[in-house]
């Protein structure tokens, strides 16, 4: 096992502040990131179509908020059961097969949607059931796709990649969304189900012809159960590790599913139909690339305590502030807000993990972190949308935010390891 680094050490790379716009896109320089780059931007534009045009349609088939929680909590089902052990998965096996496998299933699952959809003998179990699998397939392609990234560019680029793959998958939010919710209101939402599906084919063929130097077989000598228990005695001497987990988790769980209520939010609230629902929803892709162009450019040099601290702070503010109005304008702009907040906080997490974990762990490491994420992501979204459906979708959004704001006080307040590199 690699010896591990001081912690000053690691970090020295990352502590000269130094704004570089020309460094940008600096991982792009390298073939096979810049296949990775596009191929998942177009696939990415489809799945927010997808996940948009999915919202509202489960909602003008229920119109329950507590429905829309359900749905995403079948969706994180097997991150609970799966997730973990696709980490093992992604440390045994080739990451690049592990995802034209699982981007296979995702086109697959689309497609049987839009078909249901055409056919109009859609029911709301059919869409619980396939979000299940999409779930299965996910619970494998994250912690693959987190390590993979790895593979693609040098040590140096890490950061930047990182940074441009969210702002490849921001860029998609900011457009996706918009385009479904006009696509849906003209034409239905069998066509943004479609649509997804045939997006899913760039991904899987640039993975398909990308090149990589040969790499050394890896010797497994122990069952995949014991890899996974080598992993976490790992994580558990990983204080700051955990200690990041512990922040997406709490960000995640009462921040991000914040989402889950848009399609409510623009009926019941602003009294609109899905295409405002589409533009919430780019509303704050709009802010989650800002924030990702504004860390690439950083790039190897990121001042990570003033974006990642504004990010922790920022996020219930906002989110208190978008309980209490009720307009279209000043929900899209608080939206922009949360959008970059959000990405301040998990872009800079997922690099400080990525560049503290040793090689020999990574994809079991990744796949716990990816598992802090998608794990309690459909578990907000089943709390938030049960909040909203007792009480009102503005209350619950409430609750959470100040839950977060405590909890943020806390973190802040009470663990100075995280002070000193925040």
Known sequence: MKKNLGTDEKYSSLE???????ATFAALKHRNYRLWFFGQIISLFGSWMQMTAQGFFIFELTHSPAFLGYVGFANGIPTWLFMVYGGVMADRFSRRNIMMVTQTVMMLLAFILAALTFTNIVEPWHILLLTFGLGIANAFDAPARQAFVNELVPREDLLNAIALNSMMFHSAAAIGPAVAGIIYAVFGPAWCFT???????????????????P?????????????????????????????????????????????????AWAVNILHGDAATNGFLQTARGIGAVICSLLIASLSRYIVRGKILTTGLIS??????????NSSF????????????????????????????????????????????????????ALWIGMLAEHFSSPIAILINSVILFIFVGVVWFYTPKLRKII
Do not use: C, H
């Not at 000598?221 to 001497?237: H, I, P, R």
């Not at 040793?358 to 994420?373: Q, T």
């Open 329 to 380: 304008i000043i929900s899209s702009l608080i939206l922009i807000g949360v959008g970059a907040a959000i990405i301040a906080i998990n872009n800079l997490s997922n690099g400080l993990t990525q560049t503290l974990v040793s090689e020999e762990f990574r994809g079991r490491v990744m796949g716990v972190y990816s598992f802090s994420f998608f794990g309690f992501m459909p578990l907000g």
């Open 315 to 324: 996020l219930p503010i906002l989110m208190i502030l978008f309980s209490l």
């Open 195 to 213: 649509i997804n599906g045939i997006t899913f084919l760039a991904v899987i063929y640039n993975l398909y012809i990308m090149k990589f130097q």
């Open 16 to 22: 000269k502040p130094k704004l570089s716009w020309q």
């Open 215 to 263: 790499a050394p077989k890896r010797i497994v000598n122990k069952s995949a159960f014991k890899e996974l228990l080598d992993g976490l005695q790992y994580l558990k001497t990983q204080k700051m590790i955990l200690l990041i987990m512990l922040v997406v988790s709490f960000s995640t769980f009462f921040g991000l599913s914040l989402a889950t209520l848009f399609p």
